[in-house]
């Protein structure tokens, strides 16, 4: 059984993901497109807010990816700052732009759905406030990444922020709940029993549950296969240089 | 360490007018709201807390960028930094420096601009308190931030970006305060919680500010 330690070799994780990147991108592309459209056209209108009810197969799996994707992030930085894999700084580089869009995407949305539900398109409400606050924070990491010429202190330094912006984006989020009591619903999803979603809808939503997360994964498989081609490509200008 | 204190102190206090510009810009702030907004007292004396915290908030995000890059510049900060005095040291003296020619005179004033919004009298207390336990750790929390940035042109804007959603919860719990207390109610959840915020940032912040001033001097 190979390692998962072993990814941290740039060649490794090149060779593995030169066959493994053409699978999920197409795997990526079936299962959203599945569950998209099986979520747009073959659900059923539900009784009270009609077809607006099917943008949550867009609204949720952004939302959760973007939430995700921060974490992956987080503990990205952890095994550089610990292990000091460049693959694994890479990644979190990567991961950001995705998750920005993923906030948006859920907020976007959200707005889009709010707008006839609830009479309004943005409410101060703490899952809106703090999904607009980790937008902030994802627009911070990515403009120090953006900041800093020298990749490897800008390694360190964004990996020191995404942990400390993390316990302040936790933070924020109870703050945000202590500061305003909401309009938004409670978890669409729930392991426990006793969940609030009939299966017609849960289906397609996991599925595109499922297809986000793939997408994710290509995305950052590429991204961090870009990154790593343009730190050999400043590697060989500097040793042209050097001879 | 006292020695650094000091110097610091000197340095705000004489060099360039970096002390008073924090102060004069809170105050400033203070009167171009009411000229925005409409002098109606009842409409002012509702957003005070907010505005008053507002303007705590950036008036200490103006000062700063002076935190380390003075010291960046003139390479006192290698000197700093390879003094036998812990980096974690040096960080924490920074912040209370800033803190000491930033945050208290903000507190000292803002009584004075509470007035002039009309903010309400029950709420005067509770606003001296609450900006005296925030501002703090606005001072920590900055000083990361500027350590964060120390070593990049056009790094001012860029900090604002990182420091001010780390405020985020300073900033709410604070005015939480204010405003509960210019209503009248209980106001020792807030405070406690502000105060908490202020605990766990001085305690742990300057670790990270040190390891990041590291980085950054490597």
């Known amino acids: ?243 | 360490m006292i020695a650094l204190l000091t110097r610091d102190l000197r340095l705000a206090l004489r060099a360039g007018g970096g002390f008073g510009l924090g102060l004069a810009f809170f105050l400033i702030l203070a009167v171009l709201v009411p000229l925005g907004v409409g002098p109606e007292p009842a409409t002012l004396a509702l957003i005070a807390p907010g505005i008053l915290w507002v303007g705590a908030l950036l008036a200490c995000l103006l000062s700063l960028d002076r935190i380390f890059a003075l010291d960046f510049e003139d390479g006192s900060l290698d000197l700093l930094a390879t003094a036998p005095v812990p980096l974690e040291a040096v960080v924490t003296i920074k912040a209370v420096a800033h803190w000491l020619t930033t945050g208290l005179p903000l507190v000292l004033i803002s009584p004075v601009l509470g007035l002039l919004l009309f903010l309400p009298a029950e709420a005067y207390l509770w606003l001296i308190l609450s900006l005296l336990l925030g501002t703090p750790a606005l001072s920590v929390i900055g000083t990361f931030g500027a350590a964060l940035t120390v070593g990049l042109k056009r790094g001012g804007l860029l900090m604002s970006l990182l420091v001010l959603p780390l405020y985020i919860p300073t900033l709410v719990f604070g005015a939480e305060v204010v405003s509960r207390g210019a209503q009248g109610l209980a106001v020792g959840t807030p405070l406690a919680l502000l105060g908490s915020i202020t605990a766990g940032a001085v305690a742990l912040l300057p670790f990270a500010s040190a390891l990041v001033l590291r980085i950054n001097l490597r």
């Open chain 1, 1 to 243: 059984m190979a390692s998962f330690w072993e990814y941290a070799n740039p060649l490794k994780f090149m060779r593995t993901t030169d066959w493994l990147l053409p699978i999920v991108t197409v795997a990526a592309v079936v299962v959203t497109t599945i569950g998209l459209v099986w979520g747009f056209f073959f659900t059923p209108d539900d009784f009270r807010q009609g077809s607006t009810v099917k943008i949550v197969f867009l609204h949720v799996p952004s939302a959760m990816m973007a939430i995700n994707i921060w974490v992956m992030m987080l503990v990205a930085s952890l095994i550089w700052l610990i292990r000091r894999h460049h693959v694994s700084a890479l990644a979190a580089k990567a991961a950001a732009p995705v998750g920005l869009v993923m906030t948006l995407i859920g907020l976007i949305t959200g707005a889009v759905w709010g707008q006839p539900m609830w009479g309004t398109w943005w409410a101060w409400d703490p899952r809106l406030t703090s999904f607009l606050i980790l937008f902030l924070f994802y627009l911070g990491y990515i403009a120090l990444w953006a900041a800093i010429d020298d990749p490897d202190t800008g390694a360190d330094l964004t990996a020191v922020l995404c942990l400390v912006g993390s316990v302040f984006a936790v933070l924020s989020r109870y703050a945000a709940i202590f500061w305003n009591q909401g309009l938004h619903q409670g978890a669409s999803l729930s392991v426990q029993p006793g969940t609030r979603m009939d299966w017609a809808y849960k289906a397609p939503l996991y599925t595109c549950m499922v297809g986000f997360g793939l997408v994710f994964l290509a995305l950052l498989l590429a991204g961090t296969r870009t990154e790593i081609r343009a730190r050999r490509m400043k590697a060989l200008v500097a040793r042209e240089r050097m001879a």
